[in-house]
Structures are given as C-alpha cells and as structure tokens.
C-alpha cells in the first residue's frame, strides 16, 4: 500500500519541477560579469558636474528618454576640449567625407541595409540554441566555449597562407 503513495508523491513532485522549468528564463549573455560578491563596485560610481540652473527655464532642452543627462560626465569630450580640440567631433554624424572613396569602394557589389538587425537576429538564435543546457551551479563565463567553432587559429592561417606562398609579416611565437 505505501508503493502508490510513493509513486503519487514522486509524480506530483516532478510535475512541480517540471511547470517550474517551463517559466525559467534562461541567460543567453554567454558572458558572466558579476562579481559575486556584497560590496559595492567603487569604479562604477562616478560623480556627477554640477548643476547650473538656467537663465530662463525656455533654455532648457526637452527630455530625451536614453539620452545623456548634462550633468554626466564626458571624460572623452572633456580631453578633446582641454587640449584644443572640438568636442562636438567625437559625436557621430553619419559618415565622413573621407571615408567616402572606402565606403563606394565597399558597396560596389551592393549592400543590405538591414545586415546589422539581421545579424543581431541571428547571434540572438544562435546563442538561445547554445544556452539551452547551459545552466550551472557556479556561474561560469560560457562565451569561448558558444564561439569556439568559430573562432579562428591564427597561427594555424598564417601556416595555411604561407604554404599557400602568401607573402606574410613576421609574427611572434606562440605565447609571446
């Protein structure tokens, strides 16, 4: 008689294990950064410039959501400024003129204009397959081990391309 409540005892348990896993999220980052540890990160916290009211409340900017703040810090912009340089260069504007001859020269068979979403949703399938067993005690950085068939040897090219009579640069030893 205690078979069966065993066996009822042991089904209900993995029918509990099993609606858990199915609302488990899993971490398809591949890369493990935490520190685990309590203590705070002390490179993460930055003050911040000062504030300056306004002369007139019309001055000021209309909110952005995912915009920078003004009172963040801008080391980059900051350093260009102090030596001379204008700031307002380091913010992208689509593509500069001198980079025209590379860019025509790049398209000449043609583009997709789509290539980086695409690509996104590709890395994002590929990293989902490759998370699916994934899950550890200890959590470990799982990046090399997604990539590594596709990752390249490059002292095994630089063998390939000499045998192949490709003119190549001298190259340090392994583990140099």
């Known amino acids: 008689m205690r078979a ?5 005892r042991a089904m209900l348990w993995l029918g509990v294990l099993a609606v858990t896993a199915c609302g488990y999220e899993r971490d398809i980052t591949l890369r493990d950064l935490r520190t685990n540890t309590n203590s705070p990160e002390e490179f993460a916290v930055l ?5 300056e009211i306004p002369e007139t409340p019309s001055a000021l900017p209309t909110p952005t959501p995912g915009s ?13 400024a102090v030596l001379g340089g204008n700031p307002a260069r380091l913010n992208p504007t689509g593509v500069p003129g001198s980079d025209g001859a ?5 398209q000449r068979n043609g583009r997709d204009g789509n290539i980086r979403a695409e690509l996104a949703a590709d890395d994002l399938a590929f990293r989902t397959r490759r998370s699916l067993f994934t899950w550890q005690i200890v959590p470990s950085d799982d990046y ?9 040897d490059a002292y095994r090219e630089l ?11 001298a190259v340090p030893p392994p583990g140099q």
Do not use: M
């Open 159 to 169: 063998e390939r391309f000499r045998r192949a009579g490709v003119r190549t640069p």
């Open 68 to 80: 920078a703040n003004r009172t963040d810090q801008t080391p980059n912009a900051d350093a260009v």
């Open 4 to 8: 069966p409540k065993r066996t009822a």
């Open 47 to 51: 003050p911040n410039k000062p504030l």
């Open 102 to 106: 590379l860019i025509s020269y790049a």
């Open 144 to 152: 090399v081990r997604a990539y590594r068939r596709q990752s390249l």
